[in-house]
C-alpha cells in the first residue's frame, strides 16, 4: 500500500534504490545511472544526494585488477602469512595504500589518501573470479564529473557520494562510509550553535556524507543485488557546487587512533 | 511540494523526524512518543523501526547528575590533567565505565557494557547548567519497553533504537550508532548468500541498527531541535519480538583495536 505523505504534516527524507544491469568494465557510469533512473521513474530535483557504490564505480573505471597479472614484491610474503590473504591480493594492497598500520586475519589495516581502510579498499567481493577490484583512482573526482553530468543533463544541483561499507570500532557488521563527495558539504559545522539549554554545543560536526552513505545501505545492501545507487531526497545535506572531497584528520586528532597507537 | 510516490515504481525508505517539546526528568518517554506522532499526523506500521535520541531517553530516565554531588575519588585528578575535563566529570566517566582506554584532549576512550563509547557517553550537551546526562542505565530494556508499549497500544510489531552520534576513526564529524535495540534482528547476516558473480560474500554482516541510526540523524540533528524521535520506513529490518541487544565484538577480533593496541 503507497504511503499518503498527505496525511502526515512533514515531509520525510526518502531514500530510492536504483536498480542495473551487471556493470563491466569500461562502461558509462552515468548512461548506467541514467538508465536506472529512467526504469525506477524518477528525475532528479535540486538538493538531491546520489550515492553511488564504490565497487560499481571502479569496475567501470576498470579497476578490476587479474591476481595472476600481479608481480610479488619482496614484503608481501611477510604480510600474507599474517593475515592469510593470497600473496598477490597483499602485493596490490601495499601498491595502492600510504600506510600500514598492522593486521589481523583476514585484513591489513591501511591508509589511503588520508582514508582508512581495510585492505585499501581492495575487494575480491562483486569481482570475476581470480580477480579483485581497486578502489576508484580519484573517487571525489569522479563523483565531481557526475555532478557535473547531471547538471548538464538534467539542469539540477545534485551532490554526489561514493560509498563504500566499513566495520566500526567493536562492531559487528557494516554501516557505510563516504570515500568521496562532490556538489555539497561533507561535513556540517554546527559551531556557534546552541543546545537545548542555550549553551555552546561541544558535538558541533556531522558528517553528513557518512550519515548519508550509511543510509543508502539499507536500500543498496551489499550482495548480489545490484543496486548501485541510491538517491537520497529531503535531507539536511547543503548544495555546493565547489565542494569536492571528504573531510578525514590525523591520527593525533583521532579519538581511536591517538589514544590506542600510542599505548 | 510534496513527492509524489505514484509517479515511481519503487517505494522509496522513509524517514520522520518527529518534534517534541522540552524533556524533563521523570517524564514518561512513551506519553511523549504517541503526542510527538500525533502531532506528525502519523501512525505506526508493522516493520516500521524507531530511533529515540539517548539523551531524550536518558533524560526522562532521571540520568541528570549535577556535578556539585559528585565526591571526587583518587584517580579523577589524573585523567582531568590529560583531557582537560572537569575532574568532576572525570569521576562520573570512571564510576559509569568498564574500561579506560585513554585519553586525548576532551576525551576518554571507554568501554561501557561492551561498547566502546567516548567518556562513558556522558555528555553536558543538551544538559541543565552544571549538570551532565549520563547513558540511560540499560539502553536495550528501554528500547524493549517501548517495543511492548507501542504494540500494546497501537498493536503494531515495530523495532526501536536507542541511538547516540559518534566519530569514527580518522573522520571529521559525527555520525550515528545504536547504543541499544530491540524488536528486530540488529544485525543482518548474510553469510551463505553469494555475490554478483556468485562467489561467497566476503562481508556478510550488515550493522542494521547502526545503519538506522545513522540515518535518522538526517533528520534530527544534535542541536537544539527538540526532534528526539525518527521514524524508519520500509528499511529492509527484520521484526523479530524477542530480540533484545546490539552486538559487538571483542577487541581482539576487532579491525581497529586488535591492531592498534597490541603495537
Redesign the interface.
Known amino acids: 500500500m ?2 499518503d ?13 536504483l536498480k542495473s544491469a ?1 556493470i563491466h568494465p569500461h562502461d558509462d557510469i552515468f548512461n548506467i545511472l541514467c538508465d536506472s533512473l529512467n ?4 528525475n532528479f530535483e535540486d538538493g538531491d544526494v546520489l550515492v553511488v557504490a564504490e565497487s560499481a564505480l571502479a569496475t567501470a573505471e576498470n579497476r578490476v585488477v587479474s591476481l595472476d597479472s600481479v608481480r610479488l614484491g619482496a614484503v608481501a610474503e611477510k604480510y600474507a602469512g599474517l593475515t592469510g590473504l593470497d600473496a598477490r591480493e597483499i602485493e596490490l594492497i601495499l601498491q595502492e595504500s600510504d600506510v600500514v ?4 586475519h583476514g ?1 591489513l ?1 591501511t ?1 589511503r589518501d ?3 581502510c ?1 585492505n585499501a579498499g581492495i ?7 581470480g580477480s579483485v577490484i581497486l578502489y576508484p583512482e580519484d573517487p571525489s573526482k569522479s563523483a565531481q564529473q557526475i555532478v557535473k553530468s547531471i547538471f548538464q543533463k538534467f539542469g539540477k544541483q545534485v551532490g554526489v557520494i561514493v560509498a563504500d ?13 563516504a570515500i568521496g563527495a562532490a556538489g555539497f558539504d561533507a ?2 559545522d ?1 559551531r556557534g ?7 555552546p ?3 558541533t ?4 556524507a ?3 552513505a ?2 543508502a ?3 543498496m ?4 543485488e ?1 543496486v548501485p545507487f541510491a538517491l537520497v ?4 545535506a547543503v548544495m555546493n557546487p565547489e565542494a569536492i572531497g ?18
Chains 1, 2 share one sequence.
Open positions: 503507497p504511503f505523505a498527505s496525511s502526515s504534516s512533514i515531509s520525510p527524507l526518502m531514500i530510492f534504490g551487471l526504469t525506477a521513474g524518477l598500520y598492522g593486521g589481523v585484513v589495516l591508509l588520508g582514508l582508512l581495510p575487494d575480491n567481493s562483486n569481482a570475476p573470479d561499507s566499513r566495520t566500526q570500532p567493536l562492531r559487528l557488521g557494516c554501516t557505510g562510509v561535513v556540517t554546527k550553535e546552541k543546545d537545548l539549554f542555550g549553551k554545543l561541544h558535538i560536526r556531522i558528517a553528513v557518512d550519515i548519508l550509511s543510509a545501505e539499507a536500500v545492501g551489499e550482495c548480489g545490484c531526497r529531503n535531507s539536511f571528504v573531510e578525514t584528520i590525523p591520527a593525533d586528532d583521532c579519538m581511536y587512533l591517538g589514544i590506542l597507537k600510542n599505548k
